[in-house]
Nanobody
Framework: QVQLVESGGGLVQTGGSLRLSCAAS????????MGWFRQAPGKERAFVAA????????YSSDFVKGRFAISRDNAKNTVYLQMNSLKPEDTAVYYC????????????????WGQGTQVTVSS
């Protein structure tokens, strides 16, 4: 089992920045692929970014490229999502997810999920 706890969400103005963190416990973090997903009200869950166990491979969705960056610190069992140049359409609940397989942008392939953290971007 893996437990994931997100933090760092909040209210920010358009153009602002936030850094989300996801702390993992219960299994060797360095063996896990980690991902971030988001779900806006009335919309389906969407892939944001993912990072391989070593950090050598990163996937990012087109709508966050150049604005968001995923990273990890295996010594701290934590994955981060740095979000810059935030827009109102980035408003959503952001979820951290983990899987033991190769890097993936498909939510259904992730085995473990956090409870989510709300990000609200005001215009």
């Amino acid at each position: 089992q893996v437990q994931l706890v997100e933090s760092g969400g909040g209210l920010v103005q358009t153009g602002g920045s936030l850094r989300l963190s996801c702390a993992a416990s219960g299994r060797t973090f360095s063996s896990l692929t980690m991902g971030w997903f988001r779900q806006a009200p009335g919309k389906e869950r969407a892939f944001v970014a993912a990072i391989s166990w070593s950090g050598a491979r990163i996937y990012s969705s087109d709508f966050v490229k150049g604005r968001f960056a995923i990273s990890r610190d295996n010594a701290k069992n934590t994955v981060y999502l740095q979000m810059n140049s935030l827009k109102p359409e980035d408003t959503a609940v952001y979820y951290c997810a983990a899987r033991s397989g190769v890097i993936s942008d498909t939510g259904g392939e992730y085995d473990y999920w956090g409870q989510g953290t709300q990000v609200t971007v005001s215009s």
